[in-house]
């Protein structure tokens, strides 16, 4: 599989620390339920830091979506993912 630039369809709080972010779904892209992909964030300073998330989309939907615990408290990549809006790559 390539790497693939996607952008934020909507992204918002199911709890005070646990997000749910849909992302556009590349063309022929395709996964197995339970897989996961190393996601990062396409801004200055975090496009090396790659970390592992699953999908909690299916493999037939027109998106992607995840669902992600985060820890403001670590300063890392979970912590950069409560700063994204709708578009954000």
């Not at 801004?43 to 998106?63: I, M, V």
């Amino acid at each position: 599989m390539g790497n693939f630039n996607v952008k934020i369809i909507s992204i918002g709080h199911i709890t005070h620390d646990v997000l749910q972010i849909f992302t556009e779904k590349p063309q022929k892209f395709g996964f197995i339920p339970g897989q996961a992909t190393e996601i990062s964030i396409n801004k200055d300073g975090w496009q090396n830091e790659k970390r592992p998330f699953t999908f909690t989309s299916l493999p037939n939907d027109d998106y992607l979506q995840f669902t992600i615990k985060t820890y403001p408290l670590h300063k890392g990549v979970t912590n950069e993912l409560l700063q994204l809006k709708k578009n954000d790559e």
